[in-house]
């Protein structure tokens, strides 16, 4: 995964996280129901706040891109505020791409009654590749 920091114009840092950097990071895990799974699911990986800090990485705004190239365009501190993870782990076995791996940003849902919406949903994201704060 990359994360991409704009600054200004003409003032861009990449940094470059593979699995074993991720995992190197502090490690949370949520167990919690989405739409996307038939039962409540264990999720597990570093609080995005702890990846974005390990990056030096501060803006206001989050795009999250998949492999496919999806998009996911959100307020930074909505989703550091919100507990966002980036999942390594689902149901404590690595992610393969057909499992919406290898890294999927999601919420823990059953938190907050607020995060069970389209909106956060939405703002889930599987397959991550790159991360771009501005």
Same mark, same amino acid.
């Given at each position: 995964?990359?994360?991409?920091?704009?600054?200004?114009?003409?003032?861009?840092?990449?940094?470059?996280?593979?699995?074993?950097?991720?995992?190197?990071?502090?490690?949370?895990?949520?167990?919690?129901?989405?739409?996307?799974?038939?039962?409540?699911?264990?999720?597990?990986?570093?609080?995005?706040?702890?990846?974005?800090?390990?990056?030096?990485?501060?803006?206001?705004?989050?795009?999250? %891109?998949?492999? &496919?190239?999806?998009?996911?365009?959100?307020?930074?501190? +909505?989703?550091?505020? =919100?507990?966002?993870?980036?999942? !390594?782990?689902?149901?404590?076995?690595?992610?393969?791409?057909?499992?919406?791996?290898?890294?999927? %940003?999601?919420? &823990?849902?059953?938190?907050?009654?607020?995060?069970?919406? +389209?909106?956060?949903? =939405?703002?889930?994201?599987?397959? !991550?590749?790159?991360?771009?704060?501005?």
């Amino acid at each position: 995964m990359t994360i991409t920091t704009h600054a200004g114009q003409s003032d861009t840092t990449h940094t470059d996280f593979d699995m074993a950097a991720l995992e190197r990071l502090p490690q949370v895990s949520y167990t919690t129901a989405t739409p996307w799974y038939s039962q409540p699911t264990k999720f597990t990986g570093p609080l995005l706040r702890d990846v974005l800090a390990a990056a030096g990485a501060q803006g206001a705004r989050l795009v999250a %891109v998949a492999l &496919n190239d999806y998009k996911v365009d959100m307020p930074l501190a +909505e989703a550091v505020g =919100n507990g966002a993870v980036v999942a !390594l782990r689902l149901n404590d076995k690595p992610m393969s791409v057909r499992d919406k791996g290898p890294l999927f %940003v999601v919420f &823990n849902y059953d938190s907050k009654a607020e995060l069970r919406s +389209e909106r956060y949903y =939405n703002r889930s994201i599987w397959q !991550l590749r790159r991360l771009q704060i501005d």
